[in-house]
């Protein structure tokens, strides 16, 4: 899926790469020097596909452009197909600005919460209550106190061998005894991926289906099935099993990969943007192939089933500054005082929930 090979062997002469290239965040090199604020390398967005303007002029003129359709589907949005690349759907604003901040939330809050597995699962093992932590400030301490001896440092939460404390307690020569301790900030930050459902082992390739999980929580479920209704046989209903929670902050990108763990390829991947605008790559078989470039919004939902998930696809770039960020009405949404830790997050991130059938 992510695997290495996506940029490492992939050389600079696939199409693929020289596009990833082309939109991917780079600071001009005499800005970094210099003591100015560094300024992003100025990118060509013109042949970049907007949906959300082929939205606003087939509600005002009924007209799209060439090689786009709209699907005759009853639906609150539209749902938009590519002439060229069948089982590819997308809805522009399909979800509402209340969804989205709800998403955003769970997404931080109860999304990375074991069993679920995050990236700090490898490093630092499961990690409880994240968001709070950071929210109140506390670090992550990595004792090596033995079991059964005295501890002075404020605790909050006990999980093997660390535990949350409050960063104005915590004095690392607390008994003389070294310990490493990370600001919670600092991995809320460092958040890539969670997985939700059937777990995904990112080292095999696969899923696991003998690690410990929960079901995909209902209300996501319930959206993932209306969501990939459009792209469903008659008669069929989607069956969510496992979902990748996808975390961008400035500078990442997702790498060109397939998803082709999944055994049934005619069910589609749903997968929900949330936060800044981001570029989005869909490219054809090969990696040699042309990739054509869109821009995913928050509230937007892509599709890809059938020929579609044969296809190379990735996200080069996210957009963080406030004329292209385009999150405007979330940041207005999520103004109130409790929700100050997820605008802050978000202002500068992108989530993306993307969700599977696996069998
Ligand atoms: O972030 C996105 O929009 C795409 C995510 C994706 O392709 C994946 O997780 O497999
Ligand atoms: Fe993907």
Known sequence: MYGSDSVNVDSERTAFRRTEKKYKLYYDSNSKSSKKKKQPRPVDLSEVIDF???????????????????LEYHFDSPV?????CPGFYFIPAALSIEEQCKWIKESLVS??????????????????????????KQMLVKDKTEPGEDNTIAVDVNIHNHRWACSEEFDSSVNGKSCE?????????????????LQFDWSKRSYNVSLPHNKIPD???????????????????????AAIVNYFGSGDMLGGHLDDM??????????MSLGCKAI?????????DEPLAMFLRSGDIVLMCGEARERFHGVPRIFTDMENAEIGSLEKQMSAEDDIC??????????????????
């Open 52 to 70: 959300k303007s082929i939205s606003e002029s087939f509600a005002r003129n009924d007209d799209l452009p060439a090689g786009v359709s709209k």
């Open 80 to 84: 938009f197909c590519l002439d060229n």
């Open 111 to 136: 999304f990375p919460q074991p069993p679920n597995r995050t990236n700090h699962n490898a490093f630092h093992g499961a990690i409880h209550d994240l968001l709070n932590a950071a929210k109140t």
């Open 181 to 197: 301790s990370i600001p919670a900030s600092v991995l809320l930050r460092k958040l890539r991926w969670s997985t939700l459902g």
């Open 219 to 241: 209300a996501l479920c319930q959206l993932a099935k209306r969501m990939a209704a459009p792209a469903m046989a008659v008669g069929e209903e989607f069956q969510p099993e």
């Open 262 to 271: 999944e055994a049934d390829w005619s069910k589609p991947i749903v997968s």
């Open 280 to 288: 989005f790559l869909l490219g054809g078989r090969s990696r040699n």
């Open 342 to 359: 997820y605008l802050e997050y978000i202002k500068t991130s992108r989530i993306n929930i993307n969700i599977r059938q696996v069998f």
